[in-house]
């Protein structure tokens, strides 16, 4: 009804899970990756969980489009079903053939083990996704565990996708269930969007419906983050009622009181109550992850207690990567990140925002949580938190890698350490430098123009060997996003075309830019 007044192609805020209309928030790209990873490894289970409406599906359907041509999909919709329902569900699916009013779980699993075997011949994959998996029960969730046992001496022949709410992780917390657990290879939570990501949330789904220009006032998008908590499936709820509203008074922009009558016809008149529900149902969830948390950090700190021990248990070789005894620790991050800056040529003034200063010099920030390898992909110096004999967290400059050895930088030390020794000290934490493109305004989607796409251009002609193109304003068009698309892939990374921090910081190594690097070749200074 409202398309054609505010120049849309389709509505914006459908809840249908189209992934065309995917926003890879941080969050998302993460969740995509471990499917992709879950995916790519040939093992059994990958298990996606989420509060309703945080986008599990639509990441999921994003995911379905990575898969290649010749694979077998199975969609569990309706989970609350018996063992032979299941089974036959999966053979429906997968077009199996089975005699009329089978009831025989043999019969059955027979018939889906020689349609498996006739798959993997043929090069094919098959997959079977569970949506709401938090319904199954025990009994079905244990079959199919078993069906993940058919399997040749090199892959499974079967890969489980499993959808759910934050019950899903309490329900395979129990014991019965150890085995299961032990079969996930890859497992993600996917959670709200932040305010700041609601703002470019919003703005993504407008520009895929065709409207390159804001349609919500500043005011308004506050209030949809206070209402919506962040839940995807909810701002789309309270958007598409909200733009409809604008279009009957006439308005061109969504003010805060259409927002408020909006949000109220959403939620009816217990639209408090709702939010306070949404609330509780949040908070369950972060004391749940808090209780998982707890486990974790039991392991941790049990860890950091075995260090303290074996330091106290007699004469140690001194470690290089302590913090010198005769600094203080208030000095640790202040030259760490001097180092840092340092590599890049940089000034860097004690006090003032690290991530300022970098932007004053042309530089970005980006902060994150990894292991070694995944900075090695990255190939930059990095700020990592480490910790003491005695707990203490401190910082040092991760300077360079050759071989199986570290240089890092440590109360104004350079020090060469061995790689195993940073990673058994390290917390995950990052910090590290990358430079912008020309022009460069935020994260570079398909469809946008201007002299970021000539740079982009520019690196991937470098890359493929060939001559830049020359038009005077070139587009980020389908051709350019299928060569990103390729070179994300090729990395390692979540092909979704998106060129943000990451895929620029590959480009320009793959490209040979000039920046500082962290690997270091054999024979390299």
């Not at 995509?32 to 989420?50: E, K, M, P, W």
């Not at 016809?265 to 998982?292: A, H, N, P």
């Not at 890049?344 to 042309?362: F, I, M, N, S, T």
């Not at 020794?421 to 022009?439: F, S």
Request: with cysteine; hydrophobic share 40%; proline share 5%.
């Amino acid at each position: 009804m409202y398309k054609e007044y505010f120049g849309l192609k389709e509505p914006p805020f459908s809840i249908a899970p189209d992934p065309n209309y995917l926003y890879m928030s941080d969050n998302h790209r993460e969740a995509l990756a471990h499917l992709l990873y879950g995916i790519n490894s040939d093992n059994g289970f990958v298990l996606l969980t989420g509060d309703v409406g945080t986008g599990k599906t639509t990441v999921c359907r994003c995911l379905l489009q990575q898969l290649p041509e010749n694979s077998n999909i199975a969609f569990i919709l309706n989970p609350k079903v018996t063992v032979d329902e299941l089974l036959a569900t999966v053979c429906d699916e997968l077009g199996i053939g089975y005699p009329k009013g089978n009831s025989s779980n043999k019969v059955f699993i027979d018939n889906i083990n020689a349609y498996l075997l006739d798959a993997n011949a043929k090069g094919g994959r098959t997959v079977v996704i569970v949506e709401e998996a938090q319904n199954l029960s025990p009994e079905v969730l244990e079959q199919i565990r078993l069906l993940t046992n058919l399997e040749t001496n090199q892959r499974k022949l079967l890969q489980i996708i499993m959808l759910g709410q934050p019950e899903l992780n309490l329900l395979l917390s129990r014991p019965e269930m150890r085995q299961l657990q032990q079969r996930i290879t890859a497992r993600y939570h996917l959670g709200p969007l932040s305010k700041q990501e609601l703002a470019a949330y919003v703005l993504h789904r407008i520009s895929v419906a065709g409207v390159d220009r804001k349609l919500f006032t500043v005011p308004a998008i506050d209030r949809l983050f206070s209402l919506s908590g962040g839940v995807p499936r909810v701002i789309n709820l309270i958007c598409d009622r909200a733009l409809l509203g604008t279009y009957v008074q006439g308005k061109s922009l969504v003010d805060l009181p259409t927002l408020n009558k909006a949000a109220h016809e959403v939620f009816g008149e217990g639209g408090d109550r709702v939010q306070m529900k949404r609330t509780f149902s949040w908070l369950m969830m972060t004391l749940l992850f808090i209780v998982c948390g707890t486990a974790l950090a039991a392991t941790y700190f049990s860890r950091k207690a075995e260090l303290i021990e074996v330091n106290k248990a007699g004469p140690q070789r001194p470690n290089v990567s302590q913090w010198p005894t005769d600094l203080p620790f208030d000095r640790d991050q202040h030259m760490a990140f001097q180092a840092l800056f340092k590599r890049w040529e940089v000034p860097y003034k004690k006090g003032e925002d690290v991530c300022q200063q970098a932007q004053a010099q042309g530089l970005r920030c980006l902060k994150g949580l990894g292991s070694l390898s995944s900075i090695m992909k990255l190939n930059r110096p990095a700020v990592l938190k480490l910790f003491d004999d005695q707990g203490r967290n401190y910082y040092v400059a991760l300077t360079g890698i050759t071989g199986q050895t570290a240089m890092i930088e440590v109360g104004g030390e350079a020090r060469s350490v061995m790689l195993k020794e940073v990673e058994k000290r390290w917390l995950g934490d990052y910090t590290l430098l990358w430079r912008l493109p020309p022009d460069y305004r935020g994260d570079i989607r398909p469809g946008m123009k201007g002299r970021d796409i000539h740079w982009l251009d520019a690196q991937l002609a470098t890359i493929q060997g060939r001559k830049p193109l020359t038009a005077e304003m070139l587009a980020y068009d389908t051709q350019l996003v299928v060569q990103v698309k390729k070179f994300q892939l090729a990395e390692g990374m979540v092909p979704d075309g998106v060129i943000g921090p990451q895929t620029i910081i590959h480009l320009n190594n793959a490209a040979g830019g000039k920046d500082p690097t962290l690997v270091r070749k054999q024979g390299e200074t």
